[in-house]
């Protein structure tokens, strides 16, 4: 590290700015659809009521946006030699 990074980082801006680095680090790690779909679950295991409550009061185009929401993960998809991810919808199959 050279002096400047150093003298950053011995004041209170320099440490606000590495909680800021640290915490933004670990924002995106989270995979939001995921972390949706835990909170959805927490709260319809925990409170169903207040789930049902929630979704009752929403239109059939927002019901919709949550089904299509809950139904989406991330997928690993290889591009220019890269590995991203990507969200993706889930459908299920239909059997016939």
């Not at 680095?21 to 319809?44: H, R, T």
């Not at 409170?47 to 019901?63: G, Y």
């Not at 998809?77 to 993706?88: C, N, S, Y």
């Amino acid at each position: 590290m050279n002096s400047a990074e150093e003298q950053i980082q011995k004041t209170p801006e320099g440490e606000i700015e590495l909680i800021i680095d640290n915490l933004i680090g670990q924002i995106k790690e989270i995979d939001e659809y995921e972390f949706f779909k835990k909170v959805i679950k927490a709260i319809s295991t925990s409170k169903p009521e207040i789930l049902k409550n929630l979704i009752a009061q929403l239109s059939d185009t927002e019901k919709n946006s949550l089904t299509q929401i809950l139904r989406t993960q991330r997928v690993c998809i290889h591009t220019a030699g890269q590995e991203i991810k990507v969200p993706r919808h889930i459908a299920k199959a239909t059997i016939h």
